[in-house]
């Protein structure tokens, strides 16, 4: 391994590089220099070479900053850091202070805190404690006003939605999974997740808890929506992904909310006849196309009711649940199941360590560490090509790599065969392909 000075140095040219070609690329496109300012472009898409180059600069800072920060403070001040940017993120969120500061110009201390009830001292000392974190900015003394950053909590919902989420959830989640740990050390109950430990409240899991705090509900639904919306989630892939042999016949969609993934694969595929199950609120929404060969049916996940079923299909469904349960969520199959009746799953498939770029390995352990947290379930690993990885802002859930995949499957019965693993280019979710071979 070459020297840290050597790898400084090598680092150092490959921000040196990147900046000078992102820059070229915004000056041809007429676009300001790069800024955090309050009158900076909330967000710019880049082609993908761009993109490359914006991906290998974000990774060689971030190293080149441990380098420089070495081993002790490394430890120390990061996590003083994180801190106080839950902390001050968290203060934003309760009192709303990016829709009370005014999106053009700037408000007194004065001012905003009689809008919230907090001493004005105390809400300058609040929000300066956020300002080397690019949250808000003083232009003259006595008043603040947005940044770039903290603009776009007041114009986009969805960047308030998943700050409340990781304020509200995944602070407390990860505070608390060290104690959930000690209580539940395979973390297999949902209802011992370092959540359900931090609140205390005696819920039987997560989504009881957010059925019971429908402000909580709707932020996490709007996260998630926003990445169903994300062309990587697009039904496209599965069905550029379906397998040949299973393009006829009865297939059930469990899980399958409204539809949408299932009328995707009757307008492609109109042989198959197309059975969703859901929750009855899921399936409230839902609206049936005449034509088309799609039906809706009221169900969980205990025994399944129907039979002479081809194909049973998961599409980012199983991601949710801790080991054991996706096992008995298999198992509740097995009396369905006839010989050579196929199981698609549609899900997260996480590289393998050291294979990703630094900003997408810690994105992705992050999430893993937070659905551990949040609901005792694990990101599952690996898939061979992981550019897309690295020219895309992975926002992904909890993923098991292929063989966490495996295990879990073949631990709920040994009758169930993984045959076929695809990984759809450009696509978040890939496909495993399960065959009953009893």
């Known amino acids: ?44 898409k880049y082609p993908p070479n761009v993109e490359q180059c ?4 974000i990774d060689a800072t971030l190293e080149l900053g441990d380098l420089a920060t070495g081993p002790v403070e490394l430890r120390l001040v990061p996590g003083w850091a994180v801190m106080t940017m839950f902390s001050v993120t968290q203060f934003i969120c309760e009192f709303d202070i990016a829709h009370r500061v005014p999106l053009a ?27 080397p974190y690019h949250m808000f900015y003083e232009p003259r003394p006595g008043h603040v006003a947005h940044t770039a950053t903290t603009k776009v909590m ?6 308030k939605d998943w700050t409340g989420l990781y304020t509200d959830l995944l602070l407390p989640a990860g505070a608390g999974l060290a104690e959930a740990l000690r209580k539940e050390p395979t973390a297999n109950d949902p209802a011992r997740t370092g959540f359900m430990v931090a609140k205390g409240d005696g819920e039987s899991g997560m989504y009881m808890y957010l059925e019971k705090h429908p402000d909580k509900a709707r932020s996490f639904a709007g996260v998630m929506g926003a990445f169903q919306k994300d062309e990587a989630y697009a039904p496209r892939h599965l069905i550029e992904s379906w397998p040949n042999n299973l393009q006829t016949g009865k297939l059930v969609d469990l899980g399958g909310s409204t539809g949408v993934v299932a009328f995707a694969l009757a307008d492609e595929f109109p042989g198959l006849e197309i059975v969703v199950q859901d929750l009855p609120g899921a399936l409230e929404a839902a609206q049936i196309r005449e034509g088309k060969n799609v039906s809706f049916m009221p169900h969980d996940f205990n025994e399944q ?56 390995e810690r994105n992705q352990r992050n999430i893993d ?28 859930f909890q993923i098991r790599d292929i063989e966490g995949w495996k295990e879990v499957i073949t631990q709920s019965d040994r009758r169930f065969k993984v045959t076929d693993v695809r990984y759809p280019e450009n696509s978040r979710l890939s496909l495993i392909e399960i065959v009953w071979v009893s």
């Open 154 to 159: 007041a114009r986009e919902p969805l960047i």
């Open 54 to 57: 914006r991906r290998a600069l």
């Open 305 to 360: 009711p129907l039979k002479e079923v081809d194909v049973f299909m998961f599409r980012w469904i199983l991601h949710n649940w801790p080991d054991f349960y996706v096992q008995r969520i298999l198992r509740a199959l097995i009396p369905s199941l006839k010989r050579g009746t196929k199981i698609i799953i549609f899900d997260e498939i996480m590289p393998p360590a050291g294979t990703m770029s630094l900003s997408v």
């Open 105 to 131: 110009g700037d408000v007194s201390y004065d001012d905003l805190s009689k809008t919230i009830n907090v001493g004005a001292s105390v809400l300058r000392q609040v929000l300066r404690a956020g300002m």
């Open 1 to 44: 391994m070459a020297s840290n000075t050597s790898r400084s140095a090598h680092l150092a040219k490959i921000i040196t590089d990147n900046t000078t070609k992102i820059e070229v690329y915004r000056q041809e496109q007429g676009l300001p220099p790069l800024s955090l300012g309050t009158d900076a472009p909330l967000d710019v």
């Open 369 to 396: 560490f937070n659905m551990l947290a949040l609901f005792n379930s694990k990101v599952r690993i690996p898939r061979e090509n992981t550019a897309f990885f690295i020219l895309t802002w992975e926002s992904q």
